[in-house]
């Protein structure tokens, strides 16, 4: 399911979550209002302004702009629990308010709060990692190192914060794989909390690369790639066991004709919006230290990424699901719960790309450049249950 912008009722102070049910093809709506709250949390609850920093396993990450506060929210049982501030954190204020007034990017867990779950979040203007365990702790642990070495990274000299780009918790094999943005996979065992524990770590630039078509990209094709944002993702497939990086590319402005805006002069113009252009995945065989380069196929899976916890599911198994293609909302990136009200766009960046013919289909949104608008909040998946 996605779900759309929150709606409220006419003549009346009651709101509602949105549901689109991409099999069904229909909205679904749910009202909005606790019921309780649950754990350690109290009577708190977000505010109707909390900002949405998340989606994995039924629930959701939200964050109340007011005090920094953070809430895991399940918006079908109506139960709330409350998590540690960011403040818990031991950091500069700029921190807690970087990029968008709550400084976290995303928040995904590894299973239900009930259960013995992990909270793992991006925050800061670095993208740092920390987890924690809902319902038990009263703040957050820093993990992972701040910085690539100089010399660690092939083109890179000096030290160079150790950004990440995406994180995924695979429940068969009970860890965190983590993603950065030069490229360094790990995988973070954090059942004891008191001793999180780095499993595997690998730089995807000294792995081999198999089954790229190289020769078959033409000059265009390469000059268009090296224009856009490349946004890595990772997926991971519950029922192959396989690991997949994606790297989304966007076009930073677009024309209402669907060109791009290759004139740097030209960007300053907010009217242009950005859009994605096109995927590339590659499967990671850990064992052999492969990179598979996914030609044409994702093996009749169906990829889901945006602000949400990265999940495959096989299209055989789900009627109404398109196989070998990748359903994606708007990156995390473009999120902000502060986007310039002055600029024309934000939150539009949805769709379905079929991976087998590089074409592009709509998903509840229209995905053509001339009838994008903005969306507030952007809309995310939701899973109604873990998978």
């Known amino acids: 399911m996605m779900l759309p912008p929150p709606a409220v009722e006419e003549g009346g102070g009651d709101k509602f979550y949105n549901f689109y049910s991409v099999a069904d093809n229909k909205v679904l709506t749910v009202n909005k209002s606790p019921v309780a709250a649950a754990g350690k949390s109290g009577l708190d609850v977000p505010d109707d302004d909390a900002v949405f ?10 964050s109340n702009k007011r005090n920094h506060d953070f809430f895991l929210s399940n918006p079908l049982s109506r139960r709330h629990i409350k998590i540690p501030s960011i403040r818990s954190l031991p950091l500069p204020e700029e921190n807690w308010t970087w990029p968008s ?5 995303k928040i995904i867990i590894s299973g239900s709060p009930d259960e013995d779950c992990r909270a793992m979040m991006s925050f800061g203007p670095e993208r740092r990692l920390a987890f924690c365990c809902p319902g038990r702790s009263t703040e957050w642990t820093p993990i992972g190192a701040l910085v690539h070495e100089d010399g660690e990274i092939d083109g890179l000299h000096g030290i160079t914060a150790r950004s990440y780009e995406d994180y995924v918790y695979s429940s068969k094999e ?3 794989f983590c993603a950065t943005q030069f490229g360094c996979l790990e995988s973070w065992d954090l059942r004891d909390p008191g001793s ?6 690998v730089n995807v630039y000294d792995m081999d690369v198999e089954n790229y078509p190289w020769a078959d990209r033409s000059e265009e094709e390469l000059e268009i790639k090296l224009m856009c944002r490349n946004m890595q993702y990772l997926v991971f497939s519950e029922q192959s066991s396989q690991l997949f990086l994606i790297t989304r590319l966007v076009m930073e ?14 960007r300053i113009d907010e009217g242009y919006p950005h859009k994605t252009i096109g995927f590339d995945v590659h499967r990671i065989d850990r064992e052999k230290g492969e990179l598979w380069y996914m030609d044409g196929s994702l093996d009749g899976l ?14 055989s198994d789900f009627p109404g699901l398109k196989p070998n293609s990748i359903y994606y909302t ?14 024309n766009y934000g939150g539009h960046d949805i769709g379905i790309f079929d991976y087998g013919n ?3 289909s709509s998903c509840y949104y229209p995905n053509d450049v001339q009838n994008m608008k903005k969306i507030v909040p952007a809309p995310f998946w939701f899973t109604p249950s873990p998978l």
Do not use: C, M
Not at 53 to 62: E, I, K, N
Not at 253 to 264: A, N, P, T
Not at 338 to 343: A, I, L
């Open 174 to 176: 009970r860890v965190f």
């Open 101 to 105: 007034g709550h400084g976290v990017l």
């Open 196 to 201: 999180p524990r780095l499993d595997w770590e």
């Open 253 to 266: 402005q677009v024309l209402l004709d669907g060109s791009y805006v290759v004139d740097l002069e030209s």
């Open 330 to 343: 708007e990156a995390k990136e473009y999120t902000f719960s502060n986007w310039g009200n002055d600029k």
């Open 302 to 315: 169906a990829f889901f990424i945006g602000s949400n916890h990265g999940f495959a599911l096989s299209a």
């Open 358 to 360: 590089k074409t592009f």
């Open 53 to 62: 920093v998340g989606s994995s396993h039924g629930w959701l990450g939200l």
